[in-house]
């Protein structure tokens, strides 16, 4: 048993492992060279439903420098364009015009390829079940003692320790009551997303290495979740931004997604520097890295350290979890495939900062300075993401601002003092919100866009997604007995409590409280609106043209595949019934209050949509609606501010160490060819000149010893 | 006893070189298969070196060598290995190694490649190359070390100057003079350091921490050595040579000058600069300090707006070893364990970058990227798969090799040794830190350009269809057999230390608190 943890970790990163290795076996037997056009009849024939692909707006994005590689003749075509014509969008669409498509990978016969995926899907569930038996084995025992704050002793052992010369680090893997809850949570959706994914990507010749990506992300995140050491915790975050980036860029085909997946990198990493820069802080007040010692030692420690060391970690969590001001990754994020959204960018990963402020919550609770700010954190997020989420035509990206406005009433919740409302929150949004990805991509796989305006009237050709998506959407606006309604609850509960008492300034307190609840109301508005002009209206979505043979299919299926809806309908449940399980004790008055606002939101949006059902309800916000769908221009500021600055700086380097520090070499080197130049020009051949040299010299050697003696 | 394995070392590598100079034809047709022998019997000289080592001893030398050498200067040939020089030491013959294993077999493919001008005057360079590397890691004596570092520079100058691409005698020429004058100030600083103890021996100079020195001495003597190790390191702003020689040297070039030559600047600071001079150490960190985190950003920053593939490793290059630097000025043992990681970290992760780029260039013949164009990961998945483990490697993702070093480089800084000022190492910390990020942001930008998009000659075939039997036969192939087995030991050795940092640790620690004996 103690080895569980371990056996938890290393079972999805052996497997992502092999995946990846046997990830290229069947291309060996069919291509020798890189690059032969086979007919495109052999994919063409198989006429199969093909990729959805999940195009992302690029307003607003951060320009780098890929542009200026654009310039060379090449026809990158932004996808957005044809993502509006309504027309399904397979990543090579754009250059395949002639009818043809020349990549390699469409080299491989439909059969290689099958036998490959089935492989591929064996070496990414089995393991993954495996770990997800594991982790429901090890909560068991203490099943939800964190919530009603009972202490376990944890279970694991430490495997040897790394000398470095100062602290050192130990291997410690172990499960408690919260990493035990929040393993669950993991590996069953990345169970539940792994066997979506083999119906979402089932065309896909990147699955094998999609899937082993998952694997390996399982294992960091459960790396994270049960590491005993702080720098081992690190190691696990870090993998885990790693797997992001490879996910969100899985179709590399387009620039665009290529561009979210370094921003995503490069965001979560500026966080995490001052994340590591808190470990340090933290580790070397207490004399170690381990999370019990840290924890141990954090009475003992003094204020400023603590405030340096949770405003440093503070940073960390706000790339992670997408917060202000580290939020802009996440919607362009998008551009992954739904089963990762719904897995790394809604359920678990971006969840992880939380995780870790509920893990370090004594001393964050000690240092009153940083539950101010991250207070005032999560109040601008919750609000700011649910107002930007109103306005996005994107489901998915609806789907994205709303998961920073959750994790912001999780923050809220921590800097409420109340970590325990905050992680039940954190599990039953893992649930719904990953439903909710995961339905919105049967809706994606369905209609083949992205955008609410190519949908409506969904019901009744998706009947199964159509209830479940309900469900979520009931969890997300907090309508009871959705598991939503309870952990919001919980959460407003806290905040009304840190307005009398806490550790929170009042100004702080009411300021949150206040945010919070301005929140219910616009949630329960955009969840309204996503719903309405999914499901329900005109069915919008154009009847495609016949494709030309090679390029694009039809969608021809009425439901997705069974192999999409079995995770769904499994998540619908705890999203349904979650609330359940955690002892729920509601206090009627806030209860009362929340779902009053989130029907006053809801019912406004409903009126809107009566007026006119084809139009978009977000007109309601007004003048407000453009500023809230560029999400505030907060990535135009952040691209004037940050990224050309340090473009212009970096070429201005080049350019000094051109002229200036390599200059200075090629000038000495010169100007040492100039002197010797000089020097040759006495060395003459001419022995007259060479005696009177000596001669002038002796005569110069005489008056100065008659001079200075 | 077992002093043998190490004269062993370096006589293998100069035997072989002299046979090709006393019989030049008789090795003609087995040239390749030539150095591959020598440079594996030095490797596995080396393993046999890694398998007899007493782990768990003191820290002291071990398989010593001590033999007078010009008695009348008291010059001692005197040789050993620790902790410290044992890592390197392997590197270096695994390097070599591959290197020959990379030529072996791409010979015979690449017709006009740089194996078939002068095959045996590489062979014979190569290999003396492997002598002076592997001896300065070995040597114990001031002036032995100094022999061992300037032989080095002869065969690499050839192998920049005559196998090299357009530009190369101008980047040669550049390349030694450069170095030799560093050089030129080191040997300075080790006869003062001479003049002043009245002994060369390494050892005895450490063990004695400074002693009989006066400080102003220490830091002079300090300044002279760490010019010239720094010129080899290259620490900012001495760097200038690095890129020119890098983009015009052959890929074995740049992976042995990336490799190993570097290594031998930082290994100097470890063996010879911070325990002999202590006090002069301890002077000069902060501005040693100073100039390895400008290196970073500025390496960084000259990344982000490079145009060629191997220029931009090469100053990649310079940030790197900012972080090795920064590690050596916090005269912790943590820093300098740091330090010693980072330096065998960047050896494998940028030899294989380096191998990678020179694969590039062999296939697109140009390592421009906008030339390059996008879409590798389509046209040629494996190399594109190769490219981007190195450069996850090399921008310190933890779980690979390149994390460690630079982690615990900067832990250094968080808590230099006692007399250094705090605040200016944790500025320099900060700085450090935000120089990793945009390591991050110009590998990723890299490999957005080269491996992401769509590949461009797919573009332009559908304009033309006919041609599309000619651009087949162009279409260059994936990585091949070859160059697999000269990669796959650098990548399981990257996921090794990445994953299992403590076999190195282990290693490093206890000769390092012995050498910061004075300051820790």
């Known amino acids: 048993m103690t080895t569980f943890p371990l056996l938890a970790v290393l079972l999805p990163f052996i497997a992502a492992c092999a995946g990846l290795l046997l990830s290229r076996l069947p291309h060996n037997n069919t291509r020798t060279s890189g690059r032969i056009d086979l007919p495109h009849d052999s994919t063409a024939t198989s006429g199969r439903t093909s990729l959805p692909h999940d195009s992302t707006a690029t307003s607003g994005r951060i320009d780098l420098p890929h542009d200026s590689t654009a310039t060379s003749g090449r026809t990158s075509l932004p996808h957005d364009s044809t993502a509006t014509s309504g027309r399904i969008d397979l990543p090579h669409d754009s250059t395949a015009t002639s009818g043809r498509t020349s990549l390699p990978r469409n080299s491989t016969p439909t059969y290689g390829r099958d036998k490959a995926h089935t492989r591929a899907a064996w070496i990414a569930i089995l393991p993954t079940a495996a770990a997800a038996i594991l982790t429901i084995w090890l909560a068991w025992k203490p099943g939800l003692a964190y919530f009603s704050g009972t202490a376990t002793p944890p279970t694991g052992q430490t495997y040897g320790t790394i000398v470095t010369g100062g602290l050192p680090i130990s291997l410690t893997l172990q499960a408690d009551a919260l990493s035990s809850v929040i393993g669950v949570l993991v590996t069953l959706v990345a169970l539940a997303v792994q066997v979506y994914s083999v119906g979402y990507l089932e065309d896909d010749p990147r699955y094998p290495s999609y899937s082993a990506f998952i694997s390996l992300f399982t294992s960091a995140m459960l790396l994270v979740v049960y590491a005993g050491d702080l720098l081992v915790l690190y190691v696990g975050w870090e993998i885990m931004g790693l797997c992001s980036y490879l996910l969100i860029g899985h179709w590399w085909e387009d620039r665009g997604n290529s561009r979210a997946a370094v921003k995503a990198f490069l965001v979560t990493r500026l966080g995490d520097v001052g994340f590591l820069f808190g470990i340090f802080v933290l580790g070397t007040a207490a004399g170690s890295f381990r999370v019990s010692e840290v924890l141990a030692r954090v009475p003992e420690m003094s204020a400023a350290t603590l405030v340096t060391a949770t405003m440093l970690l503070l940073a960390g969590v706000a790339g992670k979890s997408a917060q202000v001001p580290l939020h802009t990754w996440l919607p362009d994020a998008m551009a992954g495939p739904t089963p990762i959204s719904a897995l790394i960018h809604a359920a678990t990963m971006v969840a992880a900062g939380i995780f870790i402020v509920a893990r370090l919550f004594p001393a964050f609770a000690a240092a009153r300075p940083t539950l101010d700010v991250l207070a005032v954190i999560a109040a601008l997020g919750m609000l700011g993401a649910a107002l930007a989420a109103l306005a996005q035509d994107d489901l998915k990206r609806v789907l994205a601002y709303s998961t920073v406005s959750q994790l912001a009433y999780m923050a809220g919740g921590l800097a409420a003092g109340s970590d325990t409302a905050a992680v039940f929150h954190l599990l039953t949004h893992g649930a719904f919100k990953a439903l909710l990805f995961l339905c919105a991509g049967a809706v994606i796989h369905h209609v083949g866009s992205n955008l609410m305006t190519q949908m409506g009237g969904l019901r009744r050709e998706l009947p199964v997604t159509f209830v479940t998506m309900t469900i979520g959407f009931a969890a997300l606006m907090g309508i009871p007995p959705a598991s939503g309604f309870f952990s919001k609850d919980g959460v407003l509960l806290a905040m009304d409590g840190a307005l009398s008492s806490g550790g929170l300034t009042d100004a702080a307190a009411f300021f949150l409280y206040g945010c919070a609840l301005a929140t219910v109301a616009v949630t329960g508005a955009y969840a309204t609106r996503a719903w309405l002009r999914t499901f329900f209206g005109e069915a919008r979505a154009v009847a495609l043209p016949e494709p030309e043979p090679g390029t694009a299919h039809v969608v021809d299926v009425r439901e997705a595949p069974r192999t999409m809806l079995v995770p769904v309908i499994l998540l619908a449940a705890p999203a349904l019934l979650l609330g359940f399980a955690g002892e729920p004790h509601v206090e009627l008055g806030v209860a009362a209050v929340s779902v009053l606002l989130a029907a006053l939101g809801a019912g406004a949006v409903y009126a809107f949509w009566r007026l006119d059902p084809v139009a978009d309800p977000a007109r309601l916000l007004g003048p407000l609606r453009a500023p809230c769908e560029r999400a505030f221009y907060v990535d135009t500021l952040y691209a004037a501010l940050f990224v050309r600055p340090v473009l212009a700086l970096a070429r201005l380097v080049v350019r000094t160490d051109d002229v200036v520090v390599d200059g200075a070499v090629r000038g000495s080197g010169k100007s040492a060819r100039g002197l010797s130049g000089m020097l040759r020009l006495a060395q003459n051949g001419n022995v007259q000149l060479y005696v009177s040299g000596v001669l002038a010299g002796v005569l110069l050697i005489a008056v100065g010893a008659v001079v200075f003696t | ?520």
């Open chain 2, 1 to 520: 006893m077992m002093g043998w394995i190490p004269v062993a070392l370096l006589a293998v590598p100069l035997l072989g070189a002299l046979l090709l100079l006393l019989a030049p034809r008789t090795f003609r047709g087995v040239l390749p298969a030539y150095g591959l022998i020598f440079s594996g019997v030095t490797l596995a000289l080396s393993l046999a070196l890694l398998a007899l080592y007493d782990y768990g001893g003191p820290a002291r030398m071990r398989f010593e060598l001590d033999l007078p050498w010009i008695p009348g200067l008291g010059l001692r040939l005197h040789l050993g290995v620790d902790g410290v020089s044992l890592p390197l030491i392997v590197l270096t013959a695994l390097l070599t190694f591959l290197c020959f294993v990379y030529l072996c077999w791409g010979r015979a493919r690449a017709t006009g490649g740089f194996m078939s001008a002068r095959p045996r005057a590489l062979v014979f360079t190569l290999l003396v190359l492997e002598v002076g590397m592997i001896g300065t890691f070995l040597a114990l004596d001031l002036l032995l070390f100094f022999v061992f570092f300037e032989i080095v520079l002869i065969p690499m100058y050839f192998l920049i100057g005559v196998w090299g691409g357009e530009g190369r005698r101008a980047a040669s020429i550049k390349f030694i003079l450069y170095t030799l004058l560093g050089s030129v100030v080191m040997l300075l600083g080790l006869l003062l350091v001479w003049a002043q103890t009245g002994t060369l021996d390494i050892e005895a100079l450490t063990a004695a921490h400074g002693a009989g020195m006066p400080r102003s001495v220490q830091i002079l003597a300090f300044v002279a050595i760490g010019i010239g190790l720094a010129v080899k390191t290259p620490m900012w702003p001495l760097h200038t040579w690095l890129p020119d020689a890098h983009t015009e040297a052959p890929t074995v070039g740049s992976v042995l000058l990336a490799g190993v030559l570097l290594k031998m600047g930082t290994y100097g600071f470890a063996r010879i600069a911070i325990p002999v001079l202590p006090e002069g150490a301890a002077a000069v960190a902060p501005w040693l300090g100073a100039f390895a985190v400008v290196g970073i950003v500025y390496g960084a920053l000259a990344c982000l707006a490079q145009r060629d593939l191997k220029r931009m490793i090469a100053y990649s290059s310079v940030g790197h070893m900012g972080f090795v630097l920064l590690g050596f000025a916090t005269l912790t043992p943590v820093g300098v364990n740091g330090a010693l990681f980072a330096n065998v970290a960047h050896g494998l992760i940028t030899g294989l970058l380096f191998f990678l780029a020179g694969a590039v260039k062999e296939r697109y013949h140009t390592s421009e990227m906008p030339a390059l164009g996008g879409g590798m990961l389509a046209t040629m998945p494996r190399l594109g798969s190769m490219l981007t483990f190195a450069s996850i490697a090399s921008l310190g993702l933890p779980g690979l090799a390149g994390f460690w070093g630079e982690m615990l480089a900067l832990f250094g800084a968080f808590q230099p040794a006692n007399g250094l000022p705090r605040g200016l190492f944790l500025t320099y910390m900060v700085i450090g830190g935000l120089g990793a990020v945009l390591t991050a942001a110009y590998f990723l930008v890299m490999l957005s350009r080269v491996t992401h998009g769509r590949p461009r000659d797919s573009a332009e075939r559908h304009e033309s269809p006919d041609e599309r039997p000619i651009a087949v036969s162009l279409a260059p192939s994936d990585v091949r057999g070859y160059e697999l087995a000269a990669w796959t030991p650098l990548v399981i050795l990257i996921l090794l230390f990445g994953l299992w940092p403590g076999l190195l640790l282990s290693l490093t620690t206890p000769p390092v608190q012995a050498l910061l004996g004075a300051l820790s």
